[in-house]
C-alpha cells in the first residue's frame, strides 16, 4: 500500500510542480510530468528515510514529493538544454 500512496502522491505532486516550475525545456506531456513527479516523490522518500526524516517504510508527504519533484524538473532541465 506504501509504493501505491507514494504514486498517489507523485501525480499529484508532478502536477503541482509542473505548474511551479514553468519552461521551456520542461517536459510537455502530462504522462511525462506525472512519471517524473512519481520518481521525484521515490527521491523525496529515498532521501528523507537516508536523512532520517521518515522511518523505515514511511513515503514522503505532498511538500516532501512536490520539492522532489521540483528537483527532477530542474534535472530534467538542465540535461535537455544541453542537448538543445
Not at 506525472?34 to 528523507?48: D, E, M, N, R, W
Not at 513515503?59 to 519533484?69: E, H, K, Q
Request: aromatic residues 12%; without cysteine.
Amino acid at each position: 500500500m506504501g509504493i501505491l500512496w507514494t504514486i498517489i502522491i507523485g501525480f499529484i505532486a508532478g502536477v503541482i510542480a509542473k505548474f511551479i516550475v514553468p519552461g521551456r525545456n520542461e517536459p510537455s506531456g502530462f504522462i511525462l510530468t506525472t512519471i517524473l513527479g512519481i520518481i521525484g516523490a521515490f527521491v523525496a522518500s529515498y532521501l528523507g528515510q537516508a536523512v532520517g526524516w521518515y522511518s523505515a517504510g514511511e513515503g514522503a508527504g505532498l511538500i516532501g514529493a512536490i520539492v522532489g519533484a521540483v528537483i527532477i524538473l530542474f534535472v530534467w532541465g538542465a540535461v535537455a538544454g544541453r542537448r538543445a
